[in-house]
């Protein structure tokens, strides 16, 4: 008699499924469900039988949902191959972070605190792999420490780095900071590679997480120093996907290079319309135009975006190398693009005088630069002019030669500016936070060196791009919430609580004030801005209040953008080169076509998921470029050992000083241990080192001379000295200090023998007459011995404690040369700014604790204030 099958119940969540795939199994929820419910763990011929799939391609779409639920953090495949669901109480599921000394972090998917990991822990994973991880306990310092359970998601698989040979056998050093481990690559995994080359290793199979790694030679890149290896060192460091697989290649192909005349039907036809495109001089895609009319008292707006959503199809293979990249990746004088050249470059750039798909937002602006109300549109357009922002600027400022060039669109430009300046005053009413910081660009010579690096001025041309683009994105994020469709939001959280704390410390003690209460707003960021500006610390202020701000991230709720003070805001301006625009395109388009969200195949999970990787793809390409931006700048610094600079100092940590030189807009570090021969108190709340004895005081902000002392490719690392000033007194002639009554007394009685021994007419206390010789009293060999321990308990010269310099690596305040416009402020976005980061003790961002000669200021050296043995030591006469 066969086997009765056992009756499955309905999976709740089945219709769902049945939108989003053509041959549907049981959804997560469900499979979770009966993991749940089991007895023991199930292996997968048992889940397909509990099931009832038996046909291969629901075989093999179970085969890979279990697969993502492992990889999630969802359920867990034992030794055996059996599942079990993971219990959400007792494991973490995140992504780690390297240090560079060893340890590192896990961030949590879920808004916990991280897990601090040690170097055991992190013997085993790399920096981003996603585990699972349990607390462990809580260390010296009150953090919670975790322990690894299981890797879910490998995110090396590979390691760039310099290879050293010795009797055979190589040895990589990765070039990221964050990967600790050095890799062994066996004589038959060596290849063609030879001794000190760049190369690439493909990581084996490991038997074990505490085994030692072992490569194998994938790809050897050239000599060390060779002229462009920064960036094909950082695309491999960062694991940046730079290759474009055969398929994606020929679907781009395939579209040809030019709009096809079926795609224009039923669009609106705006090809009359002079709009217009306003970029950098060096830009190559163009994903923005922009045409304004009067309307009443106020204005209409338009702003045309490149439709990419209609080339670039849902799970295409387009598609899939977009979503792996998240974004284009801009070094200096490079870019990796987010899709291929013919579609970034041709048929969704909107070069002049073509036709061109677009998606279009078309709004009513008020005259106090109000948004009124909004339309998208699936258009179609023809760019009449292609525009560079210093010609705009001159243009709109009077320059006749200009103006006559261009005067087929110059009212137009006219009347763009006028809402500019409306848009810009109410930015200014709703306390939208502007930063004045200077964004540089690195100007190549021969042989791609590093020929000058000058600041890039902003004008009124990248103001108005800037305040347009920024009005559609608010749009956008309307039109989403009104129609209620799962997208990606631009989120940028208030300040933490403990930051707002620690900045309202430091303005505090500065004279300042920072409003609000609990929660502040823009405005009271804003606020301090304005009383800082006439200040002679105002980059000291400017900065603190940056660092206390939030990182800005991709999510699917609606959160706000704290700092642009906006409730409503997306990405939908720049679908080429970010794949949250692009979702948000695909969102608004489902609505022009649908009239509703219902059958909209992404869901809120899926947008979480999708969030999560952009945030990181994002931050991937930001870390990539600084590390490019770091590498050039110390080869342009190798030949200027020895030289003086004037500088500013642009950080303060435990470990020294950060000083950006004037007019070259490079940043070095000055160590703690290289500052004149005192003991430096590091105050945290000030941002200060304060010299115990000289009383010399260093804060952000301050002018130095300095001097290079040391320059190292490999670390990316610029070591700066201070130059003697003139006229000014070194520490050592500053006042002694006030001893203590005990201290003099010692002093008192360690010169009373010498005094006698050199014929003085009061002699020691335990001098005789007639003595030819007076022996050394027994007190000063105990008193030698005290000495001795004190000097071992923390007094003796600081400069002898110093630990390695492992602060963080220098020219890391450079963000992408030459990026298209965006829609963010003038300055950095708060959150993603191009300044260095924030140093406080270790971190998971990076940063290195402060080293054992600096203490806080509060607190007194170690030993400072130990109690004296009361042990005799034994005599040794």
């Not at 304004?292 to 209609?310: F, M, N, T, Y």
């Not at 080339?311 to 990746?329: K, N, P």
């Amino acid at each position: 008699m066969p086997r009765q099958r056992r009756k499955t119940p309905a999976d709740p969540n089945f219709e769902r499924e049945a939108q989003k795939y053509d041959n549907p199994i049981p959804s997560r929820e469900f499979i979770l469900g009966l993991l749940q419910e089991a007895d023991n763990p199930l292996s997968y011929d048992e889940i397909a039988e509990r099931l009832q799939i038996d046909d291969d391609d629901r075989l093999e779409a179970l085969r890979r949902r279990l697969k993502a639920m492992e990889r999630d953090g969802q359920a867990l495949c034992n030794r055996r191959g059996a599942y079990l669901p993971v219990n959400q109480e007792d494991l973490i599921r995140g992504r780690v972070i390297g240090h560079p000394d060893g340890f590192g972090f896990l961030v949590p998917d879920e808004q916990d605190d991280d897990l601090f990991l040690s170097p055991k822990q992190m013997r085993g994973v790399f920096h981003g792999d996603r585990v699972l991880a349990r607390v462990m306990g809580v260390d010296r310092r009150g953090r919670r420490e975790g322990g690894i359970v299981e890797v879910l998601e490998r995110n090396t698989t590979q390691v760039v780095g310099r290879l050293k040979i010795e009797d055979g056998v190589g040895i990589l050093t990765p070039d990221n900071k964050r990967i600790t481990h050095d890799i062994l690559v066996p004589p038959d995994g060596l290849g063609e590679a030879e001794d000190d080359q760049i190369v690439v290793v493909r990581i084996r199979e490991s038997a074990s997480r505490t085994a030692r790694l072992r490569g194998d030679v994938q790809e050897v890149l050239g000599e060390h120093m060779a002229p462009g290896m920064e960036i094909d060192i950082a695309i491999r460091a960062h694991g940046l996907p730079h290759e474009w697989p055969d398929e994606v290649t020929a679907a781009a192909d395939e579209l040809g290079a030019e709009v096809a005349e079926a795609d224009k039907k039923g669009r609106l036809d705006l090809r009359e319309k002079p709009f217009v495109t306003i970029d950098g001089d060096d830009a190559r895609d163009f994903d923005d135009a922009l045409y304004c009319e009067p309307e009443g008292k106020g204005w209409r707006l338009w702003v045309a975006i490149a439709d990419v959503s209609h080339y670039v199809a849902r799970d295409a293979a387009l598609d899939r190398e977009a979503q792996t990249r998240g974004t284009s990746v801009y070094f200096p004088n490079n870019v990796i693009p987010m899709l291929p050249e013919a579609l970034s470059n041709g048929l969704c750039s909107l070069n002049p005088n073509v036709d061109r798909l677009s998606m279009i937002c078309e709004m009513e602006i008020g005259a106090r630069g109000a948004l009124k109300s909004f339309r998208f549109h699936e258009g179609l357009i023809r760019s009449h002019a292609r525009l560079i922002y210093e010609d705009v600027a001159a243009m709109l400022e009077g320059d006749s030669g200009l103006r006559e060039k261009n005067a087929h669109v110059l009212p137009h430009l006219e009347t763009l500016h006028k809402v500019f300046k409306s848009l810009h005053a109410a930015r200014n009413r709703r306390g939208a936070i502007d930063f004045d910081t200077t964004e540089t660009k690195i100007v190549f010579g021969e042989d791609r060196k590093i020929e000058k690096i000058v600041p890039t001025e902003r004008n009124d041309a990248h103001r108005l791009v800037e305040e347009c683009m920024i009005m559609a994105n608010v749009a956008a994020a309307r039109f989403l919430k009104k129609h209620k469709v799962p997208a990606l939001y631009r989120i940028h959280d208030q300040p933490p609580s403990d930051k707002v704390e620690e900045l309202r410390e430091f303005l505090n003690g500065a004279g300042l004030s920072l409003g609000g209460g609990a929660e502040p707003t823009p405005a009271d960021y804003t606020a301090v801005l304005k009383a800082a500006r006439q200040r002679s610390d105002q980059q000291l202020i400017q900065t603190v209040l940056l660092r206390s701000l939030s990182q800005a991230v991709y999510a699917p709720e609606l959160d706000g953008h704290f700092g642009l003070a906006l409730d409503d805001y997306a990405h939908f301006t720049s679908p080429i080169r970010r794949y949250p625009d692009l979702l948000v395109h695909r969102g608004i388009r489902h609505v022009l076509r649908k009239g509703s969200a219902k059958a909209f195949p992404y869901s809120h999970g899926d947008m979480e998921q999708l969030g999560e990787h952009c945030s990181m793809a994002e931050r991937r390409a930001d870390d990539a470029t600084r590390d490019a931006v770091a590498w050039l700048k110390a080869e342009y610094m190798q030949d200027k050992v020895g030289e003086t600079f004037l500088g500013v100092v642009s950080g303060v940590t435990g470990f020294g000083l950060f000083v950006e030189i004037k007019d070259v807009y490079i940043e070095g570090l000055v160590h703690v241990t290289s500052l004149d021969n005192d003991f430096y108190h590091f105050d945290p709340a000030r941002h200060s080192l304060t010299g115990e004895r000289g009383g010399r005081v260093f804060r952000i902000g301050d002018e130095l001379k300095v001097q290079v002392a040391r320059v190292s490719l490999d670390d990316r690392k610029i070591d700066l000295a201070l130059a003697e000033e003139p006229g000014k007194p070194k520490p050592t002639d500053a006042p002694p200090k006030k001893r203590s009554r005990r201290s003099k007394r010692r002093k008192e009685a360690d010169a009373a023998p010498v005094e006698a021994a050199a014929g003085s007419a009061t002699p020691g206390p335990e001098a005789s007459a007639g003595d030819d010789e007076v022996p050394a009293p027994k007190k000063k060999r105990r008193r030698r011995g005290g000495r001795r321990r004190g000097a071992a308990s923390g007094e003796s010269n600081p400069a002898s404690e110093s630990g390695p310099d492992n602060g963080p690596e220098p020219g890391n305040e450079a963000g992408p040369p030459s990026e298209p416009h965006d829609d963010t402020p003038d300055t950095p976005e708060p959150g993603n700014e191009a300044v260095p980061p924030p140093r406080p003790e270790a971190d998971k961002d990076g940063n290195t604790i402060a080293e054992p000669e600096v203490q806080p200021a509060d607190k007194k050296p170690a030993g400072s204030g130990r109690r004296r043995s009361r042990r005799r030591r034994p005599s040794s006469s």
